[in-house]
């Protein structure tokens, strides 16, 4: 079975030979091919190449179409992007700079026509030509409810969130939520087979579970409305065990992507065979672990795991510090101690 075939059955409850293993490496691509970020992240046909390059390197069964967060801000206005040496690129300047600027702030008829959206096209046409029919090809797209923090910076959506108009907060919201529904249909049209729906905001670490109830959560209805076929559900590193079975309840969404700070057997509990659990390491500790302690992370996370099957192996946004020989640990103990 190849990689794509291995999830489909993982997720369906089918027999396989192994867990799907993924390892999300987006940086690292510039120190691939001994660019800037600011170069690489250019050119949607250097991402392709480096994530192509990386898959064979470290065999892992997962590629990436997104290249950094803020590539949404810039397809809704933001002409300003922070690039650092060692670090992800960040939004540097705020398209709503004050409460008023919701009112005239727009989403873009077709994104797929604004000039940001090419590399992010060029990049999955690659990718869904030369590993579609065998990978998972994996799209980013950050939910109505969190999408604000990088539009006008948390600290001010936050006390829209909690004290404001709520009004005006929706009126964003509903905005940022045809966003959304235009980034899944053009990820698919493209290429993308599975798709990251990332909100923190669907996490009581963030809310209190009766406004995930009463309001994040009808917009996430919104945004997928159109089907949850590919998406899987992830918090940002947030937990989720306090929100899953409203999420399956809800949205109906069968591929979990937890916090390494969710218990994990409780998330399988929870989920009860109904989708796909990933146990997710928390890479950043793997910046200053040995080689064998990350191996007996992954050991852990595996024993833990694969009991009764539906269960997928997966790293965080893997860290550029994070020693090379740490990253093949990690890929060798995922293989070895995810075998059924």
């Known amino acids: 079975m190849n990689p794509l075939e291995i999830l489909s059955a993982t997720v369906s409850g089918q027999a396989s030979p192994r867990v799907p293993i993924f390892c999300n490496l987006l940086d690292q691509g510039a120190k691939i091919l001994n660019m800037s970020p600011e170069h690489y992240f250019s050119n949607g046909e250097y991402v392709a190449e480096a994530q192509l390059k990386?898959?064979?390197h470290y065999g892992h069964d997962n590629v990436w179409s997104g290249h950094y967060v803020g590539k949404e801000a810039q397809l809704l206005g933001c002409q300003k992007i922070l690039f650092a040496k060692n670090g992800v690129p960040n939004v540097a300047d705020f398209v709503i700079k004050s409460w008023d600027d919701i009112a005239t702030f727009e989403i873009p008829e077709d994104i797929t026509q604004h000039p940001i959206w090419q590399s992010m096209d060029d990049c999955l046409r690659i990718l869904h030509k030369e590993v579609g029919a065998t990978n998972p090809v994996c799209?980013?797209?950050t939910a109505s409810t969190t999408l604000p923090v990088i539009l006008m910076g948390m600290d001010k959506w936050m006390e829209l969130?909690?004290?404001?108009p709520k009004d005006l907060r929706d009126e964003l919201v509903?905005?940022?939520s045809h966003f959304v529904q235009q980034q899944l249909t053009a990820y698919r049209a493209a290429?993308?087979?599975v798709i990251i729906y990332a909100n923190p905001f669907a996490s009581t670490y963030f809310i209190p579970k009766k406004m995930i109830v009463d309001w994040s959560m009808p917009w996430m209805q919104q945004d997928l409305k159109y089907g949850t076929d590919s998406i899987v559900f992830y918090a940002g590193m947030a937990p989720l065990n306090t929100v899953t079975e409203l999420v399956i309840d809800k949205l109906k969404v069968n591929i979990f992507y937890p916090a390494p700070s969710d218990d994990l057997a409780e998330a399988k509990r929870l989920i009860k065979g109904k989708g796909l659990t990933s146990g997710v390491l928390d890479d950043i500790k793997m910046i200053h672990w040995t080689e064998q302690q990350t191996r007996d992370e992954v050991k852990r996370i595996m024993e833990l795991g694969k009991p009764g099957g539906h269960f997928?192996?997966?790293?965080?946004?893997?860290?550029?510090?994070?020693?090379e020989e740490n990253i093949i640990a990690m890929l060798d103990a995922a293989f070895e101690y995810g075998r059924y």
């Open 191 to 193: 290429g993308a087979n």
């Open 54 to 56: 990386m898959l064979k």
């Open 139 to 141: 799209a980013y797209v």
């Open 174 to 176: 509903k905005k940022c």
């Open 312 to 323: 997928l192996f997966g790293t965080g946004f893997m860290p550029l510090n994070i020693p």
């Open 161 to 164: 969130v909690l004290t404001g």
